[in-house]
């Protein structure tokens, strides 16, 4: 083994007990396994909103919108790559 093989060694041992020792300081966590099935939570419909919030909703939202055709639906681009296909 050459003597720059034998430095780069020395060097990544040291560079692996360095890590060891500051791990060590970490403090313990607790791992958490979380059901497949709690992902899947719906809520409950209940009554609609009023039709006033909706329409000042709906007015926001179209405000926000980068574009919208005359009927008020948002407009977008299709992805160029998508059109390379």
Do not use: H
């Not at 034998?6 to 040291?14: D, F, L, P, Q, V």
């Not at 966590?29 to 497949?36: G, N, V, W």
């Not at 909703?57 to 296909?85: Q, T, Y």
């Amino acid at each position: 083994m050459t003597d720059k093989m034998k430095e780069i060694e020395r060097s990544a041992e040291e560079i692996v007990k360095s890590f060891t020792q500051a791990a060590e300081k970490l403090p313990e966590l607790k791992e958490m396994y979380y059901s497949q099935e709690i992902y899947n939570i719906v809520r409950a419909d209940g009554e609609p909103s009023p039709a006033e919030i909706r329409a000042e909703f709906r007015k926001r939202f179209i405000s926000n919108m980068p574009r919208s055709d005359e009927e008020g639906n948002l407009k977008v681009e299709a992805a160029r790559w998508a059109k390379e296909r």
